[in-house]
């Protein structure tokens, strides 16, 4: 074989090796790279899992019934839904929180702006005379979640308090700032029972068991004296009860908490009939809103109760309403969020 033939030979061996490993390496960075990015995203979504659940509780697909039997028709009839799986904060949200989120984005909340012809400020409890003179719920100027007890008040100690004096869009501003939502009322509703079908109460079936006050609510004569049996006449720190089965605080008492849902009073009775009993998947709540208190007036849901409320209002069916610009010393909220690929 002449030395041409060789070099001709060589250099085709070689240009077959040279397209060989080139065609693997690139089969191999076609198949790598994706595989490298997945598990680059699952490693980084596995991170974001384990920072959120420090502050969040995952919760589980599942169903319940929802609303009462005996209680106000607005909570009947009694409908089964279901909800897809989420994070929900385990707590509702900070003056601490709140803060940076104000200091991040500059927001000024409802409170802190005139409205309806009235200065800055928000609604405050004042206990009246015992003769009743007086009404319990008192506009005070300069109240606001800064302030929660109007001029001159400040957030010293309450770092650990439910952020209060913030409206419905408030909470929206500060939700979607954290890559979150409010919830549905189903969504909050599922979360109170904590996996029990029937629940009354977060925590069971008596308001008060073994003479026990499980959470931050009124003991004594509404609205004259609050006999602070529960060991707080006013909100308290997040957590300072013992949490329900899903490891959530203050689903009952302490800050009432905004939901997403409009208010509508029949919105229950006029849920789509669904065959054979099925539930109603992720239900969003109504279009539009209707409170026969007060016709005419768009509302906002409000679960949970607070510090103010009795047993009646802090039901886990206990459904609350107000309007999205209202504020109060009673009102905070909760986020929740999706999670991730579902």
Known sequence: MSDTTTRNAAKRTGLILTIFFAGFFGLAIVWVVPEARRISREKNQRLA????????????????????????????????????????????????????FVKTTGHITTAELPRDGKPPGSWCFRAPSQNGVAAWKVWVPGASWRAPQGLGSDLKNRDKHPVVHVSYNDAVAFAKWSGKRLPTEAEWEFAARGGELMLKYPWGREASPSGMFPANTWQGDFPFKNDAADGFAGVAPVGS???????????????????????????????RPVPDRAAHRNPQGPDTSSDPAEPGIWKRVVRGGSWLSGPADFRVSARGREEPDFTAEWIGFRCVRDVAGK
């Open 241 to 271: 009860f013992a949490p329900n089965n899903y490891g959530l605080s203050d689903l009952a008492g302490n800050a009432a908490e905004w939901c997403s849902d409009w208010f509508s009073a029949s919105f229950y009775a006029e849920l």
């Open 49 to 100: 899992e384990a920072r959120l659940g420090a502050d969040m509780v995952r919760i589980a697909a599942g169903g319940i019934t929802m609303g009462s039997n005996d209680g106000p028709a607005e909570e009947q009839p009694l409908h089964d839904i279901k909800v897809s799986e989420f994070w929900m904060d385990r707590s509702e949200v900070t003056n601490e929180q709140f803060e940076r």
